[in-house]
């Protein structure tokens, strides 16, 4: 429950970021330029539970309506005086069959994920994914992260571009049932520049 509010907060904080930003001609890139108008790429296989043996995959361009895929990084300083560096990334695919729905708060060291963990802290990050009936919270696990980019926004906060690779063990409920069983989900998401006005 923690990883779901801190999720819905980070993505308050997102469309308060979307809703205020700057131009890109205020933000240049950095030194990892990633071309805007390219797709979105995700591939997600599962093993084991009723899902054993599941594997979806699709392309998402920029403006393909409520589908697509964007990360926001941001940079702060909590009460205590410890910088907090936290990344949430979330894919949404509505045109592909099933519609899926991805969610990521990972605490970033450097520019690397924490391991997942059931709960969103200081030293673990957290994954929730969501199709059919089934919504799946993360037990453990890692991603790597690679090619990383980003087009600042203003202080503290960025869009990132790159691809991640994780595998994680989840927790699955199916919405109809109250019964929890686990499944295991490798993955590889390529999260392409976001197009900033």
Known sequence: MKTIQTAGKLLALFLVVMATSCSSDDNPLNDN???????????????????????????????????????????????GGTEEDTMVLTLLDEIHTPNISLGMVMTMNN?????????????????TIIYN???????????????????????GVAYAHFTITFSAEMEVRDINQTDTFTTQVTGTINVKRFPIP
Do not use: C, K, W
């Open 33 to 79: 330029p990633d071309p805007q108008g390219e797709s979105h790429f995700y591939e997600l296989t599962f093993t084991g539970g009723p899902m054993d043996g599941d594997t979806f995959s699709g392309t998402i361009t920029n403006g393909s309506g409520t589908s697509g895929a964007v990360a926001v990084r941001t940079v702060s300083t909590n009460n």
């Open 133 to 155: 009936n089934y919504v799946m919270n993360t037990i453990s696990g890692s991603s790597t992260i690679t090619n990383y980019g980003q087009s600042n926004v203003y202080s």
């Open 111 to 127: 520019n690397q994920g924490m391991d997942f963990g059931p709960n969103v802290t200081e030293t673990s990050s957290g994954m």
